[in-house]
């Protein structure tokens, strides 16, 4: 496992972690959900991923119980807040009374002490930036936290949330965490060269896809998925599953294949080949998917093969 600096901080964390989406609380068996946590943690992850709305706290549980049989020091744990947990006019948003009750709510069902990194989940525009900032500043103060991030955010809000932190020598943000894979490249443009300059390391999730890019789609046919895929579950349409990158993904496994390594090594790789990239978000249904996943850490790709895939993924 080799392990990459979080943004401008001192703190390290695998370049592969692992995050509860959709899963942990949910449709994965409690089982699975332990014995993929226990794996990651036995091939070196140290850096876990939650959230407070998956499953309206359940994935915190499962992650918080399993992680509890390890040292504390020994693994760093986000966890989010912003969307809605409950009926009341200020049960969701970036208020300082929402993430003051949040905090402590996640932590109770987490059973610990502080969290390494909570996230914004999402910007608020309802709120002023000088408010959450204070009071995530406050919670770091508490001990209660110890980083600051946010999550899709745009490169112009985390630009303005730098300036009020300077400002007014508040705690800044070291990591955002938003979506980048092969078909997914917007963070290119702007948020990767943000995080370059301003010391933001991006944690990025469906580095997979959401499983596209694993190569267990030979169809975007709704007949001929796997039944027990995510794209039967949520629909090709939610995926972004089409006959296009169906063909793409077959012509990138055979790239993978003339590197004796699978596609979803192949797809991580050329995620993590950016270096502001500090960590690889990967979901697990199984403990097995965790074992190739992580396999991926310390895989380089040479000048040559990243120009072959962008031929492949701009055709």
């Known amino acids: 496992m080799e392990f990459r600096r979080l943004g401008a901080s001192g703190l390290k964390v695998s370049d592969i972690s692992l995050g509860s989406w959709l899963t942990y609380g949910g449709y994965v068996e ?6 993929s946590i226990q794996t990651a943690y036995g091939l070196g992850v140290n850096f876990f991923d939650t ?3 998956y499953e309206r706290g359940a994935a915190e549980v499962v992650v918080g119980e399993t992680l509890r049989a390890f040292p504390r020091e020994s693994y760093v744990l986000a966890t989010k807040v912003f969307g809605r947990m409950g009926d009341g006019v200020n049960d969701q948003g970036l208020s300082r009374k929402h993430i003051m009750e949040q905090c402590d709510a996640s932590l109770k069902r987490l059973g610990m002490d502080y969290i390494d990194i909570y996230y914004c989940h999402r910007f608020h525009q309802d709120t002023p930036v000088q408010e959450t900032l204070r009071a995530l500043d406050d919670l770091v103060r508490s001990g209660k936290v110890l980083y600051v991030g946010v999550s899709m ?3 112009a809000q985390m630009e303005e949330a730098l300036a009020v932190a300077d400002r ?16 997914d490249r917007e963070i290119e443009k702007e948020i990767i060269p943000l995080g370059e300059q301003k010391g933001i390391g991006q944690v990025v999730y469906s580095p997979l896809a959401q499983g596209l890019l694993t190569g ?6 709704k007949e001929e998925m796997p039944q027990d895929s995510r794209a039967a579950k949520l629909g090709a349409d939610r995926m972004k599953l089409n006959g296009d990158r169906v063909e793409k993904v077959h012509q990138l496994t055979a790239i993978a294949n003339e590197l004796d390594i699978t596609m979803s090594q192949l797809a991580l790789a050329w995620v993590l080949r950016q270096q502001n990239v500090s960590s690889a978000l990967v979901g697990a249904s199984r403990p097995e998917q965790v074992e190739e996943n992580v396999s991926a850490s310390g895989i380089k790709l040479s000048e040559d093969i990243v120009q072959a895939i962008e031929s492949i993924l701009t055709a």
Request: aromatic share 12%.
């Open 168 to 183: 007014l020598l508040l705690d800044r943000i070291v990591v955002n965490q938003p979506l980048y894979n092969m078909f």
């Open 216 to 221: 267990k789609y030979t169809s975007a046919s």
């Open 30 to 35: 409690r089982e699975n959900a332990v014995k």
């Open 51 to 53: 959230a407070n709305v």
């Open 153 to 155: 955010w745009t490169a």
